[in-house]
C-alpha cells in the first residue's frame, strides 16, 4: 500500500483552508503526492504542506486550472468554497461564482482528463428544516439558504456527471466541521470560532437566538478520515453520505463548556433550527466512524 501510494497523485481544490490542510496533510503523510490548487481567497500560506506542489489558481477560472488536472491524477478533492450561510446572503452572486461555477468548472476539468475519482466537500446545510431527526440521506433538501443550494447544486452536478460521463464521484455531507486552524477573524465564522475569540479576547460570548438550537460538531480529523476512506470506497455513483458524530448539542451548551459569559443576540436568517447526522450509509460505504467526541475536541482546543 505504501508503495502504490507513493505512485499517486491526487488533487486537493482549496489545500491551503481549514479542511483541506488537513486532508493534505494526511495525504503527504501517507507518502502520496499532493497538488494542491488554491487561490488563497481563505487559504493561507503558512498552511500549505512544504510536501506538496502548489498550482495557484482560481476555480472560477476553468482556462486557467485546466493544467492542474493532468491525466495521472487518480483523485480530485474539491474542497474549495467560500462557506458560512451569513455570507452567502450578503454575497449571493460572490459565493455561487465560487461554489457552483467553480465547482463545475472542477468536474469538466475531471471528465476532460478522465480523472478515476471526485470527491466532493458537500453541507448538511442542504437539509435545511426536516420534521424530524436524524437526517437521513434520503430525506428531501430543503435549503434556507444561498450556500446551502449552491452546495445542493454542487452534489447534483457530481451525481449527473457520475451518470452522463462516467465520473466516479461521492459528496461527503459534513456537519458543523471545528478543529485547528478554522478561521477565527471575519464576520462569518462557525459559533466555536466565535467563542474562542470572545474568550481570547476577553469578551462575552455572542449567541444567535436562544442558543437551544442544537449542531451535529463533527472534528476535522474526522472528515479527513472519511475523505481518505472515500478515496477508494467500492460505491461512488454521485450519492452523498453524511459525515457527521452523530450526537448534537445546543449552543448554549456549548458557551457553557466554554465558561464565559454569554449575550443574546437575534438569530440570524438562514440558520437551521437543529442538525443531527444519521451515519449509518457512512459505516457502510465508507467504513468510517467518527473518533473525536465534542468534548475532547473542545478540550484539545481550549488547551491550546
Request: hydrophobic share 45%.
Amino acid at each position: 500500500m505504501a508503495a502504490r501510494n507513493r505512485a499517486r497523485l491526487v488533487v486537493v481544490t482549496g489545500g491551503a483552508g481549514f479542511i483541506g490542510s488537513h486532508l493534505t496533510d494526511a495525504l503527504v503523510e501517507r507518502g502520496m503526492r499532493v497538488r494542491v490548487v488554491d487561490n488563497f481567497a481563505t487559504g493561507r500560506r503558512d498552511r500549505l504542506n512544504p510536501g506538496a506542489e502548489l498550482f495557484e489558481a482560481d476555480i472560477r477560472d476553468a482556462a486557467v486550472i485546466a493544467p492542474a488536472f493532468t491525466a495521472e491524477v487518480d483523485c480530485v478533492f474539491h474542497t474549495a468554497a467560500l462557506p458560512r450561510i451569513p455570507l452567502s446572503i450578503a454575497k449571493p452572486v460572490e459565493t455561487h461564482m465560487t461554489n457552483v461555477v467553480g465547482t463545475l468548472n472542477v468536474l469538466m476539468a475531471v471528465r476532460e482528463a478522465k480523472i478515476r475519482r471526485f470527491v466532493f466537500s458537500g453541507s448538511s446545510s442542504v437539509y435545511g428544516n426536516q420534521d424530524r431527526l436524524p437526517f437521513v440521506e434520503a430525506m428531501t433538501p430543503h435549503p434556507q439558504s444561498p450556500y446551502a443550494l449552491q452546495k445542493l447544486v454542487g452534489e447534483e452536478y457530481a451525481r449527473m456527471f457520475h451518470r452522463l460521463y462516467g465520473v466516479q464521484a461521492i459528496t461527503l455531507r459534513y456537519f458543523a466541521v471545528y478543529g485547528p486552524r478554522m478561521a477565527e477573524e471575519g464576520a462569518y465564522m462557525l459559533a466555536i470560532a466565535a467563542f474562542m475569540c470572545a474568550r481570547r479576547d476577553g469578551r462575552p460570548l455572542e449567541i444567535h437566538g436562544d442558543g437551544e438550537q442544537t449542531r451535529d460538531f463533527t472534528h476535522v480529523r474526522d472528515v479527513v478520515a472519511a475523505n481518505i476512506l472515500a478515496m477508494d470506497a467500492e460505491v461512488a455513483d454521485g450519492r452523498p453520505i453524511n459525515i457527521g458524530y452523530g450526537h448534537n448539542v445546543s449552543i448554549n451548551r456549548i458557551a457553557q463548556i466554554f465558561g464565559v459569559p454569554a449575550v443574546h443576540t437575534p438569530a440570524r436568517p438562514g440558520d437551521m433550527r437543529d442538525t443531527l447526522a444519521d451515519r449509518a450509509l457512512a459505516q457502510k460505504l465508507l467504513g468510517w466512524t467518527p473518533r473525536v467526541s465534542i468534548e475532547d475536541g473542545l478540550a484539545e482546543l481550549l488547551k491550546g
